[in-house]
Protein backbone atom coordinates (compact mmCIF):
# COMPACT_ATOMS: atom_id res chain seq x y z
CA UNK A 1 0.00 0.00 0.00
CA UNK A 2 1.06 3.51 -0.78
CA UNK A 3 2.42 5.33 2.26
CA UNK A 4 1.02 8.50 3.11
CA UNK A 5 3.34 11.42 3.56
CA UNK A 6 3.22 12.83 7.32
CA UNK A 7 0.85 16.07 7.64
CA UNK A 8 3.50 18.26 8.65
CA UNK A 9 5.83 17.07 5.29
CA UNK A 10 3.08 18.08 2.77
CA UNK A 11 3.95 21.20 0.83
CA UNK A 12 1.19 23.01 -0.89
CA UNK A 13 0.96 25.13 -3.99
CA UNK A 14 -2.01 27.44 -3.23
CA UNK A 15 -2.62 27.78 -6.59
CA UNK A 16 -6.48 27.08 -7.47
CA UNK A 17 -8.22 29.23 -9.66
CA UNK A 18 -11.47 31.02 -8.36
CA UNK A 19 -13.88 28.74 -10.09
CA UNK A 20 -12.78 25.82 -8.31
CA UNK A 21 -14.22 27.73 -4.71
CA UNK A 22 -17.45 25.79 -4.91
CA UNK A 23 -15.75 22.60 -5.30
CA UNK A 24 -13.71 22.76 -2.08
CA UNK A 25 -16.40 24.10 -0.19
CA UNK A 26 -18.20 20.72 -1.11
CA UNK A 27 -15.35 18.69 -0.08
CA UNK A 28 -15.46 20.49 3.27
CA UNK A 29 -19.59 20.66 3.82
CA UNK A 30 -19.50 16.32 2.83
CA UNK A 31 -16.65 15.63 5.39
CA UNK A 32 -19.14 14.81 8.26
CA UNK A 33 -21.27 12.19 5.54
CA UNK A 34 -17.92 10.68 4.87
CA UNK A 35 -16.86 10.19 8.57
CA UNK A 36 -20.27 8.96 9.41
CA UNK A 37 -19.98 6.58 6.52
CA UNK A 38 -16.41 5.36 7.26
CA UNK A 39 -17.16 4.49 10.53
CA UNK A 40 -20.18 2.99 10.30
CA UNK A 41 -20.77 -0.43 12.16
CA UNK A 42 -17.92 -0.51 13.91
CA UNK A 43 -17.50 -1.63 17.20
CA UNK A 44 -17.12 0.91 19.77
CA UNK A 45 -13.48 -1.21 20.95
CA UNK A 46 -12.65 -0.45 17.52
CA UNK A 47 -13.22 2.66 17.21
CA UNK A 48 -11.53 3.87 20.76
CA UNK A 49 -8.12 1.49 20.08
CA UNK A 50 -5.14 3.22 18.91
CA UNK A 51 -1.75 1.45 17.32
CA UNK A 52 0.94 2.58 19.16
CA UNK A 53 0.90 6.17 20.31
CA UNK A 54 -1.34 7.64 17.49
CA UNK A 55 -5.11 8.29 18.46
CA UNK A 56 -7.84 5.79 17.57
CA UNK A 57 -10.35 6.48 15.11
CA UNK A 58 -12.53 8.01 17.69
CA UNK A 59 -10.05 10.66 18.31
CA UNK A 60 -9.46 11.52 14.52
CA UNK A 61 -12.93 12.63 14.09
CA UNK A 62 -12.36 14.85 17.24
CA UNK A 63 -9.34 16.02 16.08
CA UNK A 64 -11.51 17.14 13.08
CA UNK A 65 -14.26 18.82 15.62
CA UNK A 66 -10.93 20.37 17.95
CA UNK A 67 -9.70 22.11 14.90
CA UNK A 68 -12.77 23.94 13.39
CA UNK A 69 -12.21 26.64 16.27
CA UNK A 70 -8.76 27.32 14.18
CA UNK A 71 -10.20 27.01 10.65
CA UNK A 72 -13.07 29.61 11.76
CA UNK A 73 -10.50 31.91 13.05
CA UNK A 74 -8.26 31.77 10.47
CA UNK A 75 -11.33 32.85 8.29
CA UNK A 76 -12.23 35.81 10.69
CA UNK A 77 -8.71 37.10 9.76
CA UNK A 78 -8.73 36.31 6.57
CA UNK A 79 -11.98 38.69 6.08
CA UNK A 80 -10.89 41.36 8.30
CA UNK A 81 -7.82 41.65 6.35
CA UNK A 82 -5.08 40.99 8.75
CA UNK A 83 -1.80 40.23 7.30
CA UNK A 84 -0.87 37.37 8.86
CA UNK A 85 -3.18 34.08 10.33
CA UNK A 86 -3.12 32.10 13.91
CA UNK A 87 -0.64 29.63 14.30
CA UNK A 88 -1.91 26.08 14.93
CA UNK A 89 -0.90 24.68 18.09
CA UNK A 90 1.56 22.05 17.49
CA UNK A 91 1.51 19.78 19.87
CA UNK A 92 -2.22 19.22 19.45
CA UNK A 93 -2.59 19.40 23.61
CA UNK A 94 -6.41 20.06 22.74
CA UNK A 95 -7.68 16.88 21.20
CA UNK A 96 -5.14 14.58 23.81
CA UNK A 97 -6.69 16.59 26.91
CA UNK A 98 -10.18 16.29 24.85
CA UNK A 99 -10.15 12.54 25.67
CA UNK A 100 -12.31 11.56 22.70
CA UNK A 101 -12.34 8.07 23.53
CA UNK A 102 -14.68 8.84 26.89
CA UNK A 103 -17.32 10.66 24.92
CA UNK A 104 -19.72 9.47 22.59
CA UNK A 105 -19.07 9.27 19.23
CA UNK A 106 -22.60 10.46 18.51
CA UNK A 107 -22.43 13.57 20.57
CA UNK A 108 -18.63 14.19 18.62
CA UNK A 109 -20.12 13.66 15.44
CA UNK A 110 -23.11 15.60 16.23
CA UNK A 111 -20.56 18.73 17.91
CA UNK A 112 -18.32 18.28 14.25
CA UNK A 113 -21.99 18.27 12.12
CA UNK A 114 -22.58 21.38 13.58
CA UNK A 115 -19.66 23.09 13.65
CA UNK A 116 -18.63 22.74 10.06
CA UNK A 117 -22.31 23.62 8.76
CA UNK A 118 -21.86 26.99 10.79
CA UNK A 119 -18.54 27.58 9.10
CA UNK A 120 -19.54 26.62 5.72
CA UNK A 121 -22.53 28.89 6.08
CA UNK A 122 -20.05 31.06 6.54
CA UNK A 123 -18.43 30.26 3.15
CA UNK A 124 -21.54 30.04 1.48
CA UNK A 125 -22.40 33.90 2.01
CA UNK A 126 -18.48 35.33 1.38
CA UNK A 127 -18.77 38.12 -1.10
CA UNK A 128 -16.42 36.93 -4.31
CA UNK A 129 -13.59 39.64 -3.28
CA UNK A 130 -12.98 37.80 -0.39
CA UNK A 131 -12.46 34.30 -1.67
CA UNK A 132 -8.74 35.53 -2.95
CA UNK A 133 -8.16 37.80 -0.50
CA UNK A 134 -4.65 36.69 1.42
CA UNK A 135 -2.57 36.45 4.55
CA UNK A 136 0.41 34.55 5.62
CA UNK A 137 0.00 31.00 6.56
CA UNK A 138 2.51 31.13 9.89
CA UNK A 139 3.74 27.38 9.64
CA UNK A 140 4.20 27.28 5.58
CA UNK A 141 5.80 30.80 5.72
CA UNK A 142 3.44 31.20 2.34
CA UNK A 143 0.75 33.76 1.67
CA UNK A 144 -2.96 31.69 1.91
CA UNK A 145 -6.15 32.49 0.20
CA UNK A 146 -9.01 32.14 1.15
CA UNK A 147 -10.13 29.32 -1.29
CA UNK A 148 -6.80 28.28 -0.29
CA UNK A 149 -7.72 27.84 3.31
CA UNK A 150 -10.60 25.95 2.46
CA UNK A 151 -8.58 23.23 0.28
CA UNK A 152 -6.00 22.91 3.59
CA UNK A 153 -8.91 22.04 5.51
CA UNK A 154 -10.17 19.96 2.59
CA UNK A 155 -6.54 18.42 2.40
CA UNK A 156 -6.38 17.85 6.19
CA UNK A 157 -9.82 16.43 6.55
CA UNK A 158 -9.24 14.07 4.08
CA UNK A 159 -5.67 13.11 5.66
CA UNK A 160 -7.69 12.37 8.56
CA UNK A 161 -10.18 10.16 6.76
CA UNK A 162 -7.43 8.46 5.14
CA UNK A 163 -5.76 7.80 8.82
CA UNK A 164 -9.16 6.38 9.65
CA UNK A 165 -9.59 4.21 6.67
CA UNK A 166 -6.16 2.64 7.63
CA UNK A 167 -6.86 1.81 10.83
CA UNK A 168 -10.28 0.41 10.23
CA UNK A 169 -8.95 -2.01 7.87
CA UNK A 170 -5.59 -2.30 10.24
CA UNK A 171 -8.03 -3.38 12.87
CA UNK A 172 -10.55 -5.71 11.32
CA UNK A 173 -8.14 -7.56 9.72
CA UNK A 174 -6.38 -8.97 12.63
Given at each position: ?112 REA ?19 ALH ?37
Amino acid sequence: MVQKLPWLERRFQFDLPKWMYPNVVERVRGTPARAEEIIRDIPTTVLTRRSGDTWSIQENIGHLLDLESLWAKRLDELVEGLPKLTAWEETNQATWEADHNSHSLEAILASFREARSRFVGRLDKLDDSLIERIALHPRLQKPMRTIDLVFFIAEHDDYHLARITELKSAFLES
